[in-house]
């Protein structure tokens, strides 16, 4: 008898490793008629989809029957299908329950209550813009646009997941980046838009705080002016250099001018020559314009309002004025000047 304990303890195992895995949910044969199936998937619309029901027991095959909304039906194989619609302005509907029923070869029967819900596709669409603005200027740029889903859209900053707008700036619900922005850099900033479905999409624009204009500093460059007294008229062109500092939108310096002075018409009193003055410049810069008053003082002296416009490295005026000495007056017209950033 011990001998045959080991084939016994071989053929158990062998019979355990043999055997099949069970399924996770079996139907018995002759089990009751049953649908499994108790939610339907949402539909989109718009759109068309189709759902099969899970239908087990009885004895095949099955037919169905049941009214569905409109636009449903029901196949022969309890397959439920529909073009998914929904009236403009909404984003989802439900429609009323309705009973389907299953009918075995045998003549036995389930049922099952149902809804269809439908939800609006989102298809809205982000659009994300490059912005580049100035430091401590007012900046007033689109980031971002939107089209598809159900306007009209609103837009907000995404600061926590995709980066917040740069320093003194928001993202208005127009999608622009308004402010005045307090640091040059180049950042990601993170934007989101919502349309009245309340449908949401976000992105990234990339945003570039320039530095800006510069005023302070040395510019150098080339004037012409036209002046006319009682008795003479003389065309005077030269070298000008402003040196000015600037702050709070307020600028003032010196400049001086070398130039020479040529006579339209020559007299023993209005013979023109060469000259050099100095004075001082002062005003008001507002972004890229410029409004001041060139003062110079000495035997002449002449005061010379301008305004002018910058860049970078560039900038261009005009002026006139008038200018007084010892027993008469001038008058200063059609001056221009063409300067370089040099420090």
């Known amino acids: 008898m011990k001998r045959g304990v080991p084939v016994f ?19 018995k044969p002759g089990s009751a008629l049953q649908i499994r199936t108790t939610v339907l998937p949402q539909w989109e619309a718009p759109g068309s989809a189709t759902y099969k029901l899970d239908v087990v027991g009885g004895t095949p095959p099955y037919s169905f029957s049941g009214a569905l909304p409109s636009g449903f039906n029901i196949g022969p194989d309890g397959t439920i299908g529909g073009l998914a619609r929904l009236s403009e302005g909404t984003s989802h509907s439900e429609s009323p329950p309705f009973t389907i029923t299953v009918t075995d070869s ?36 689109q980031i971002a646009s939107a089209s598809g889903g159900n306007p009209p859209y609103s837009f907000q900053s995404d600061s926590f997941m995709n980066g917040a707008p740069p320093f003194g700036t928001i993202v208005d619900i127009n999608g622009h980046l308004t402010g005045k922005p307090s640091r040059a850099g180049t950042s990601s900033v993170g934007v989101c838009v919502k349309d009245k479905l309340s449908y949401q999409q976000c992105g990234q624009s990339v945003v570039t705080i320039e530095e800006g204009l510069q005023l302070q500093g040395t510019w150098e460059g080339t004037y012409g002016e036209t002046e006319t007294s009682s008795w003479c008229s003389t065309r005077n062109d030269g070298q000008i250099t402003l040196s000015v500092t600037e702050k709070d939108g307020a600028f003032s310096g010196s400049i001086t001018d070398t130039g020479v002075s040529t006579a339209y018409e020559q007299t023993d009193s209005c013979t023109g020559g060469s000259y050099q003055m100095s004075g001082t410049v002062s005003g008001t810069i507002v972004e890229d314009v410029l409004s001041g008053t060139m003062r110079f003082s000495g035997d002449v002296s002449y005061v010379l309002p301008f305004p002018a416009t910058i860049t970078t490295d560039r900038m261009r005026g005009s002026y006139s004025g008038t200018g007084s000495f010892d027993g008469g007056a001038s008058q200063i017209s059609s001056g221009s000047f063409h300067l370089t950033k040099k420090t």
Not at 9 to 27: E, K, R
Not at 108 to 127: C, D, E, H, M
Request: glycine share 2%; proline share 9%.
């Open 9 to 27: 303890i071989a053929l158990l195992i062998l019979i355990v490793a043999c055997t099949p895995p069970q399924p996770v949910t079996p139907v």
């Open 106 to 141: 045998a003549g036995a029967t389930a049922q099952v209550s149902l809804t269809i819900s439908i939800v609006a596709k989102n298809t809205l669409q982000i659009i994300n813009t490059p912005v580049n603005c100035v430091m401590n200027q007012e900046c007033d740029e």
